[in-house]
């Protein structure tokens, strides 16, 4: 009989201690992943079916972090800083200033970083979509961006290109500080209309950049200013 008491004892404290681990996880307010393997329901509106869910199929993670505005903005300033390179590229053969030669060289490491960075925000934000697009069954959505020149500001036309690849010595280093002063301030203008839009470079990267560009060019804006200014007087 005594021994009886024990094991009905030890079998009450057993389920007693169950009993309060069981209640202890219900009460924790730390968050629980979703298992993939495990049916994860998110309750319908009223008179629509429940949703669903796992984490591989949460709409955060697909989504691009990038609206179309900012993706616009990431093509363009590829064409930007590409017709760039096009100019800083003819300063070695077509003018004898090292400080302009210097300049040119610090443009080059500068932009080249920059669409490396570009290259790589565009690349996830065409990824993302192509995820999005595949879990709502449609095709590949692409940007809005189509990168057309003539869209930008600060831009050379084809004629003032030509003119400055033309150019050399003297009249080169005029001709070229006057149109890259006047295509870093298009550059200004195309971060400062991409911060005007509401809810656009959300990104902290994007807005990274924007901002890195925004100051960057402003410093390269005044160098240029003081070397027209060391310029004979015509």
């Known amino acids: 009989m005594r021994r009886c008491r024990h094991r009905r004892t030890a079998f009450a404290l057993t389920a007693l201690a169950l009993l309060t681990g069981a209640l202890a996880g219900c009460s924790s307010s730390a968050p629980q992943a979703l298992d993939p393997a495990v049916r994860n329901l998110q309750p319908g509106l009223p008179g629509e079916p429940n949703e669903v ?4 199929e949460d709409p955060i993670s697909i989504g691009s972090s990038f609206s179309e505005v900012d993706a616009a903005f990431m ?6 800083h590409r017709q760039a390179l096009t100019m800083t590229a003819l300063v070695p053969s077509r003018a004898q200033r090292e400080d302009l030669q210097l300049f040119s060289r610090r443009m080059d490491i500068s932009q080249e970083s920059e669409l490396q960075q570009l290259d790589a925000m565009l690349a996830d934000h065409e990824a993302a979509l192509e995820r ?3 879990r709502q069954g449609g095709g ?10 003539s869209d930008m500001p ?4 084809d004629a003032e290109m030509a003119a400055l690849e033309a150019a050399e010595g003297e009249q080169f280093v005029r001709l070229f500080l006057a149109a890259m002063t006047t295509h870093h301030l298009g550059a200004l203008s ?3 209309e991409l911060f005007s839009v509401e809810g656009t470079a959300a990104d902290p990267r994007l807005y990274a950049f924007a901002s890195h560009v925004e100051s ?7 160098r240029m200013a003081r070397m027209q200014a060391e310029l004979p007087t015509a």
């Open 53 to 56: 869910l796992t984490e591989a």
């Open 75 to 80: 093509a363009d300033m590829q064409v930007h």
């Open 132 to 134: 999005l697009g595949e």
């Open 140 to 149: 590949h959505l692409g940007h809005t961006g189509d990168g057309d020149p």
């Open 154 to 157: 600060g831009m050379l036309a």
């Open 190 to 192: 195309m971060v400062e």
């Open 216 to 222: 960057d060019q402003r410093i390269e804006l005044e």
